[in-house]
């Protein structure tokens, strides 16, 4: 088992700036590759970015792209999404999650389904 608690959202001015945290528990938090997705009211669950066990490569959708960067912190358990130049389109839930194993494939690291664990979410509210 995999805890996750997600920290840091909040309401912010378009063009402002977050950082969440997500906070892991259990079992061994650096075999685990970790992703932050989003959803906003009547939409689906998106993929946001991922990152591999060891940091070594990183992955970040084109919607963020340059905006966002996800890292990670083994020695502290814990992954961060810094989340810059925020959008009002960018208002959601924001979920991390972690997935077993080493993957690269766009297809997969982006997919909800293939994630094992997720936090409850936090809320980043941004006004225009």
């Known amino acids: 088992q995999v805890q996750l608690v997600e920290s840091g959202g909040g309401l912010v001015q378009a063009g402002g700036s977050l950082r969440l945290s997500c906070a892991a528990s259990g079992r061994t938090f650096s075999s685990y590759g970790m992703g932050w997705f989003r959803q906003a009211p009547g939409k689906e669950r998106e993929f946001v970015a991922a990152?591999?066990?060891?940091?070594?490569?990183?992955y970040h959708a084109e919607s963020v792209k340059g905006r966002f960067t996800i890292s990670r912190d083994n020695a502290k358990n814990t992954v961060f999404l810094q989340m810059n130049s925020l959008k009002p389109e960018d208002t959601a839930v924001y979920y991390c999650a972690a997935r077993p194993g080493y993957e690269t494939r766009w297809s997969r690291l982006s997919h909800v389904g293939d994630y094992e664990y997720w936090g409850q979410g936090t809320q980043v509210t941004v006004s225009s």
């Open positions: 990152i591999d066990w060891s940091a070594g490569s990183t």
